[in-house]
């Protein structure tokens, strides 16, 4: 059946702000969804408040509204425009929320628009835990004893017949809020409340815990002639009683018999087809019993695109998102062509002949005090995919991908020995068990009580086990001795060059070129859905070490464009969205696009954003392997954040071009004293400050500048472990915390600026001419995080001196650095004078922003300018704004209910929103404004 016709133009409604929970898949499927419509000739309007996503630039969609996920917002829209057609499954919860709402306001039958992808009856099965698992009884798929309560009184009567230990879950809610296992009565209460509360509709699901099960998801898309097809099978290293966000997960299944596959499937299939009559995309949850795999249990069943979609997405190469779009407007899944292969249809389920392993990415140091635990409530805010031949390569890789300077799982020197502490995380699970797994097993700790402490798979736990036997056998050799075959088994599961040189007590360029005369080194595979069953035609590779290399190097030009990583606080989805926009300005200026990155959730690894995706850490060895094999003009550095940034000084030094502002420029701005005598010869004003390496020396130098201080670590992202102190103890605690926990840097103490009001500006430089493309105003004081603050586009109240000061300031620093690209200076403005705090030659978090604000397309002009192709003169900038844009940060403390939730110099929040204002007497203005008054009286 071809599409429907009468479907002529769809509105996409977003997932907001990123949150814990719900973060930037949604992006990743609003924007392919996007796309999939568009070549359809539908137009496409588009609706999120999230100005940081390219979901919200005008490349993907033909009307982009920034506005509030409000019913206010949706009838303004339907009124300008003429909706066929509302899809709501690619914005998560919230989407989906806003939908219901609408629904039951009678918006869409006012407008005479038709939902599609999904329906309102299997929202309302799926939310509702008491209808799911009446409808799961009626179909005989079995589920944990539970039942619903609405108030404090029938919770504690469920209570009181399951016994502990138990599940409460809130409906209605994303990323496990409100969710928890309770093992007693007192925590029970507490709980209980808690999850009542973060109900819309007041109600939990009390269950009995399944504790130590093992945890399965399936992907599936299903047409409008109920053909359904398994897109993958996910299983979670980590056991039931873990958030499956904050679960390391493998796909394809590894301990899974394919009898107990085929009826996992049959009741997925089962499952989707008795919530409601839809087309598009479906998640499903099974536990498995440990003892006995014959005894599987259904979890819950989302009927949208979610987290996992997008990690299936980027594991199988199959564009769920834009199938599932397709769907929606009535093809078939036999009528549509497979997007990777072009020679079989959506219908082929993929085959992989490679192993996926991702691992979530925790930020818990951002949020002291926090109870670090994992559990049913989601608390990770990123991810990252480790793409190998094998799990173990695989999970090396993700390993790498971390940044949390380990060189992959284990051989790095940085191994537990305290057995009680070993023992108590595998217990007690947070962000490290998974290394504490390996040290259990390399102290000599018992299967047996490693198993009964994690409820992990023994086939797990043997995987860990055989990579410390073959370390074992590495270390009986030296660099000069070590036999080839043991060196490429090594490489194969997964080593990193730096792990090898810590097991050959030699140097990690010592092992590269050791191996290379060997002639071992990394081939890449394509990822192909089909194990190469059929030709794939979609530059999507991973690198592993065999003997045939898949990755055919052209004679073009190329360009290298480095990714971000995973997500965490302080680098977000921003760092993506300018990826993104340098791809594309480098393919119209005729460059070759490679991509690096290892985020399954971002729209810079979909497999045709670039002409070439490699999916491989952003890690200084695989980088260069790939340099080394496509032989590029040079690297874009500046667009990824600190996780690409940190990386020009190796490019630099092995003779790798450096697109746009050059290493040294980069490491002046971030080099303090440097930077400051660049200031002091231009005549600029700064802080007083001075860099310390002990406790001792920064006591000296307090004494010197005077307090308050600004105490903080050099070459960090996002305010890491920054703290204003006011004492001489608080200064020595401080600096010893840091140098602890980062002893390789340094430390800068600055004269804080009490009372200040803080500014920033961002430009484009070419090295001669700097346009400023924006300058924003704090609304809160100096002293919090600029990420952490409200901030107003243009400045509401600075005087015309201040401004032209800022203006002088940012065109002098940005050609003193030879900038050439982006560049963002943070102000403090006190007493008409304006001091500069620090200078970012890089994209930075509001360059997104400002380009909504003002509709220009600057990281494409930045880009341009990067690559020699532009000058600043060459672009006609033409801003378009009528009054104000004010950014506005969101917090995840709903995660963390316990946490000190007073903002300061380190970065807390998650994402942020836009919101547009047409004068300073708007109402929400003078809202945040009085609260900032507030704030300083206190």
Same mark, same amino acid.
């Given at each position: 059946?071809?599409?429907?016709?009468?479907?002529?133009?769809?509105?996409?409604?977003?997932?907001?702000?990123?949150?814990?929970?719900?973060?930037?898949?949604?992006?990743?499927?609003?924007?392919?969804?996007?796309?999939?419509?568009?070549?359809?000739?539908?137009? $496409?309007?588009?609706?999120?408040?999230?100005?940081? %996503?390219?979901?919200?630039?005008?490349?993907?969609?033909?009307?982009?509204?920034?506005?509030?996920?409000?019913?206010?917002?949706?009838?303004?829209?339907?009124?300008?425009?003429?909706?066929?057609?509302?899809?709501?499954?690619?914005?998560?919860?919230?989407?989906?929320?806003?939908?219901? /709402?609408?629904?039951?306001?009678?918006?869409?039958?006012?407008?005479?628009?038709?939902?599609?992808?999904?329906?309102?009856?299997?929202? !309302?099965?799926?939310?509702?835990?008491?209808?799911?698992?009446?409808?799961?009884?009626?179909?005989?798929?079995?589920?944990?004893?539970?039942?619903?309560?609405?108030?404090?009184?029938?919770?504690?009567?469920?209570?009181?017949?399951?016994?502990?230990?138990?599940?409460?879950?809130?409906?209605?809610?994303?990323?496990?809020?409100?969710?928890?296992?309770?093992?007693?009565?007192?925590?029970?209460?507490?709980?209980?409340?808690?999850?009542?509360?973060?109900?819309?509709?007041?109600?939990?699901?009390?269950?009995?815990?399944?504790?130590?099960?093992?945890?399965?998801?399936?992907?599936?898309?299903?047409?409008?002639?109920?053909?359904?097809?398994?897109?993958?099978?996910?299983?979670?290293?980590?056991?039931?009683?873990?958030?499956?966000?904050?679960?390391?997960?493998?796909?394809?299944?590894?301990?899974?018999?394919?009898?107990?596959?085929?009826?996992?499937?049959?009741?997925?299939?089962?499952?989707?087809?008795?919530?409601?009559?839809?087309?598009?995309?479906?998640?499903?949850?099974?536990?498995?019993?440990?003892?006995?795999?014959?005894?599987?249990?259904?979890?819950?069943?989302?009927?949208?695109?979610?987290?996992?979609?997008?990690?299936?997405?980027?594991?199988?190469?199959?564009?769920?998102?834009?199938?599932?779009?397709?769907?929606?407007?009535?093809?078939?899944?036999?009528?549509?062509?497979?997007?990777?292969?072009?020679?079989?249809?959506?219908?082929?389920?993929? %085959?992989?002949?490679?192993?996926?392993?991702?691992?979530?990415?925790?930020?818990?140091?951002?949020?002291?005090?926090?109870?670090?635990? &994992?559990?049913?409530?989601?608390?990770?805010?990123?991810?990252?995919?480790?793409?190998?031949?094998?799990?173990?390569?695989?999970?090396?890789?993700?390993?790498?991908?971390?940044?949390?300077?380990?060189?992959?799982?284990?051989? !790095?020197?940085?191994?537990?020995?305290?057995?009680?502490?070993?023992?108590?995380? &595998?217990?007690?699970?947070?962000?490290?068990?998974?290394?504490?797994?390996?040290?259990?097993?390399?102290?000599?700790?018992?299967?047996?009580?490693?198993?009964?402490? %994690?409820?992990?798979?023994?086939?797990?736990?043997?995987?860990?086990?055989?990579?410390?036997?073959?370390?074992?056998?590495?270390?009986?050799? %030296?660099?000069?001795?070590?036999?080839?075959?043991?060196?490429?088994?090594?490489?194969?599961?997964?080593?990193?060059?730096?792990?090898?040189?810590?097991?050959?007590?030699?140097?990690?360029?010592?092992?590269?070129?050791?191996?290379? =005369?060997?002639?071992?080194?990394?081939?890449?595979?394509?990822?192909?859905?089909?194990?190469?069953?059929?030709?794939?035609?979609?530059?999507?590779?991973?690198?592993?070490?065999?003997?045939?290399?898949?990755?055919?190097?052209?004679? /073009?030009?190329?360009?290298?464009?480095?990714?971000?990583?995973?997500?965490?606080?302080?680098?977000?989805?921003?760092?993506?969205?300018?990826?993104?926009?340098?791809?594309?300005?480098?393919?119209?200026?005729?460059?070759?696009?490679?991509?690096?990155?290892?985020?399954?959730?971002?729209?810079?690894?979909?497999?045709?954003?670039?002409?070439?995706?490699?999916?491989?850490?952003?890690?200084?060895?695989?980088?260069?392997?790939?340099?080394?094999?496509?032989?590029?003009?040079?690297?874009?550095?500046?667009?990824?954040?600190?996780?690409?940034?940190?990386?020009?000084?190796?490019?630099?030094?092995?003779?790798?071009?450096?697109?746009?502002?050059?290493?040294?420029?980069?490491?002046?701005?971030?080099?303090?004293?440097?930077?400051?005598?660049?200031?002091?010869?231009?005549?600029?004003?700064?802080?007083?400050?001075?860099?310390?390496?002990?406790?001792?020396?920064?006591?000296?130098?307090?004494?010197?500048?005077?307090?308050? &201080?600004?105490?903080?670590?050099?070459?960090?992202?996002?305010?890491?472990?920054?703290?204003?102190?006011?004492?001489?103890?608080?200064?020595?605690?401080?600096?010893?915390?840091?140098?602890?926990?980062?002893?390789?840097?340094?430390?800068?103490?600055?004269?804080?600026?009490?009372?200040?009001?803080?500014?920033?500006?961002?430009?484009?430089?070419?090295?001669?001419?700097?346009?400023?493309?924006?300058?924003?105003?704090?609304?809160?004081?100096?002293?919090?995080?600029?990420?952490?603050?409200?901030?107003?586009?243009?400045?509401?109240?600075?005087?015309?001196?201040?401004?032209?000061?800022?203006?002088?300031?940012?065109?002098?620093?940005?050609?003193?650095?030879?900038?050439?690209?982006?560049?963002?200076?943070?102000?403090?403005?006190?007493?008409?004078?304006?001091?500069?705090?620090?200078?970012?030659?890089?994209?930075?978090?509001?360059?997104?922003?400002?380009?909504?604000?003002?509709?220009?397309?600057?990281?494409?002009?930045?880009?341009?300018?990067?690559?020699?192709?532009?000058?600043?003169?060459?672009?006609?900038?033409?801003?378009?704004?009528?009054?104000?844009?004010?950014?506005?940060?969101?917090?995840?403390?709903?995660?963390?209910?316990? $946490?000190?939730?007073?903002?300061?110099?380190?970065?807390?929040?998650?994402?942020?929103?836009?919101?547009?204002?047409? =004068?300073?007497?708007?109402?929400?203005?003078?809202?945040?404004?009085?609260?900032?008054?507030?704030?300083?009286?206190?």
């Amino acid at each position: 059946m071809p599409r429907d016709k009468s479907i002529r133009s769809v509105l996409i409604i977003g997932s907001g702000p990123i949150v814990i929970g719900q973060a930037c898949e949604f992006d990743y499927s609003g924007s392919q969804a996007s796309r999939s419509l568009r070549e359809e000739g539908i137009e $496409v309007t588009l609706i999120n408040s999230n100005p940081a %996503t390219i979901m919200t630039d005008p490349v993907v969609a033909d009307n982009v509204y920034l506005k509030p996920l409000e019913p206010e917002s949706i009838i303004q829209i339907l009124e300008e425009h003429n909706i066929d057609a509302v899809l709501p499954t690619m914005g998560g919860q919230t989407a989906l929320n806003l939908a219901i /709402k609408c629904d039951e306001m009678g918006i869409w039958e006012d407008f005479g628009v038709r939902m599609i992808g999904v329906d309102i009856s299997a929202i !309302d099965i799926t939310e509702n835990r008491e209808a799911f698992r009446k409808l799961m009884d009626e179909i005989g798929v079995p589920m944990a004893p539970q039942s619903t309560a609405k108030s404090f009184l029938e919770g504690k009567e469920v209570a009181q017949e399951f016994g502990f230990p138990l599940c409460i879950r809130p409906s209605y809610t994303l990323g496990g809020s409100g969710a928890a296992i309770v093992h007693d009565k007192e925590t029970f209460e507490k709980l209980l409340t808690r999850g009542l509360h973060a109900s819309p509709i007041h109600e939990v699901m009390i269950d009995k815990a399944l504790m130590g099960w093992k945890e399965y998801e399936l992907e599936l898309l299903r047409d409008s002639n109920d053909n359904v097809t398994i897109i993958c099978s996910i299983e979670n290293f980590d056991p039931m009683g873990i958030h499956t966000g904050d679960s390391i997960t493998v796909a394809p299944a590894m301990t899974l018999s394919d009898t107990v596959f085929q009826r996992m499937r049959d009741m997925a299939i089962h499952m989707m087809r008795s919530i409601g009559d839809f087309a598009g995309g479906c998640n499903v949850q099974f536990a498995v019993s440990p003892d006995d795999a014959e005894d599987i249990i259904a979890i819950e069943i989302n009927p949208r695109v979610s987290r996992s979609s997008a990690l299936a997405s980027k594991a199988t190469g199959y564009p769920i998102a834009k199938v599932a779009a397709k769907l929606a407007i009535g093809y078939h899944l036999d009528e549509l062509d497979n997007q990777i292969t072009g020679n079989t249809s959506a219908m082929f389920e993929p %085959t992989l002949d490679y192993v996926i392993v991702k691992i979530p990415r925790w930020n818990f140091d951002k949020f002291a005090g926090a109870d670090r635990e &994992l559990g049913l409530q989601m608390k990770s805010v990123g991810e990252v995919m480790g793409i190998g031949r094998s799990f173990q390569e695989a999970l090396q890789k993700a390993c790498q991908s971390l940044e949390l300077k380990r060189n992959g799982l284990g051989a !790095d020197g940085k191994e537990l020995r305290d057995q009680e502490k070993i023992l108590q995380s &595998l217990e007690h699970p947070s962000w490290n068990r998974l290394f504490h797994i390996y040290d259990a097993i390399k102290l000599g700790i018992p299967f047996k009580t490693i198993q009964e402490k %994690t409820r992990i798979d023994f086939w797990f736990l043997k995987q860990i086990e055989d990579l410390i036997k073959l370390e074992r056998r590495i270390e009986k050799y %030296t660099l000069e001795t070590i036999p080839r075959e043991l060196l490429f088994e090594a490489k194969q599961k997964g080593y990193a060059d730096r792990q090898i040189a810590h097991l050959l007590r030699c140097l990690e360029s010592e092992v590269y070129t050791k191996r290379d =005369d060997m002639g071992i080194q990394r081939v890449y595979k394509l990822v192909d859905t089909c194990a190469a069953e059929f030709q794939a035609q979609t530059p999507y590779y991973y690198s592993t070490f065999e003997d045939e290399n898949e990755s055919v190097r052209s004679d /073009k030009k190329k360009i290298v464009v480095l990714g971000s990583g995973p997500n965490r606080i302080g680098q977000g989805i921003e760092f993506d969205y300018c990826c993104v926009h340098g791809v594309l300005a480098a393919k119209e200026c005729g460059y070759e696009t490679i991509m690096i990155n290892c985020n399954p959730e971002t729209v810079s690894t979909d497999f045709d954003t670039a002409d070439k995706l490699y999916f491989e850490p952003v890690f200084w060895e695989h980088i260069y392997d790939i340099i080394r094999h496509e032989k590029p003009e040079g690297v874009i550095v500046q667009l990824g954040g600190q996780t690409a940034l940190k990386l020009a000084e190796k490019l630099d030094r092995y003779g790798i071009p450096v697109i746009g502002t050059s290493f040294e420029a980069l490491d002046l701005a971030e080099d303090r004293g440097s930077f400051s005598s660049l200031l002091r010869d231009n005549n600029i004003p700064y802080p007083e400050f001075g860099v310390v390496e002990s406790a001792e020396q920064a006591i000296e130098l307090s004494r010197e500048l005077g307090f308050p &201080l600004l105490v903080r670590p050099s070459y960090v992202l996002g305010g890491q472990r920054m703290k204003i102190v006011i004492n001489e103890d608080d200064l020595e605690k401080t600096v010893v915390d840091i140098l602890r926990d980062m002893p390789d840097n340094k430390i800068l103490l600055d004269h804080f600026l009490d009372g200040a009001m803080e500014c920033e500006a961002d430009a484009i430089c070419d090295g001669e001419d700097v346009y400023i493309i924006g300058i924003m105003q704090h609304i809160e004081p100096a002293g919090i995080h600029s990420g952490d603050s409200y901030a107003v586009l243009p400045p509401y109240n600075l005087g015309d001196l201040v401004i032209e000061q800022i203006e002088e300031h940012t065109k002098k620093i940005a050609v003193e650095l030879k900038t050439k690209g982006l560049i963002n200076i943070q102000f403090a403005v006190k007493d008409d004078n304006v001091y500069v705090i620090e200078a970012n030659p890089r994209a930075s978090r509001t360059v997104p922003f400002i380009a909504k604000a003002y509709k220009e397309p600057y990281v494409n002009y930045a880009t341009k300018v990067m690559l020699g192709e532009k000058k600043v003169k060459d672009f006609n900038f033409k801003p378009q704004r009528e009054g104000y844009a004010i950014k506005i940060p969101v917090f995840s403390y709903s995660k963390f209910p316990d $946490v000190n939730k007073e903002l300061g110099p380190e970065m807390k929040s998650t994402g942020e929103a836009i919101r547009f204002i047409k =004068d300073l007497r708007d109402p929400f203005f003078r809202k945040i404004h009085a609260e900032r008054n507030l704030y300083l009286s206190k």
